[in-house]
């Protein structure tokens, strides 16, 4: 089993930046990949970002990608995603997800366990 605790959301206003931790806990950190989503209401839960165990290689989804930056620190069992130039798009309750086959896949069936999530609000 694997516990995820995700942190760091709040309202913000648009163009500052936020970071989100999400802190896991049980089987060993380090090897499983760590992704993180996001759902806005009414719509599907959306692929952020990923990160492999090591955090050498890491996948962005397009809408994020120059703007938000994932990362990993396997010493404190952690996994961060750093928010820059927010956006009232990027409105959205916040997860993060383990998955065991260190693939940094898109889909969220692909993730084997999942945090409860944080929400992230920001106006215009």
């Known amino acids: 089993q694997v516990q995820l605790v995700e942190s760091g959301g709040g309202l913000v206003q648009a163009g500052v930046s936020l970071r989100l931790s999400c802190a896991a806990s049980g089987r060993s950190f380090s090897s499983y990949a760590m992704g993180w989503f996001r759902q806005a209401p009414g719509k599907e839960r959306e692929f952020v970002a990923a990160v492999s165990r090591s955090g050498g290689t890491t996948s962005y989804a397009d809408s994020v990608k120059g703007r938000f930056a994932i990362s990993r620190d396997n010493a404190k069992n952690v996994v961060y995603l750093q928010l820059n130039t927010l956006q009232p798009e990027d409105t959205a309750v916040y997860y993060c997800?383990?998955?065991?086959?260190?693939?940094?896949?898109?889909?969220?069936?692909?993730?084997?366990?999942w945090g409860q999530g944080t929400q992230v609000t920001v106006s215009s």
């Open positions: 997800a383990a998955n065991f086959e260190n693939v940094l896949s898109v889909r969220a069936a692909a993730y084997d366990y």
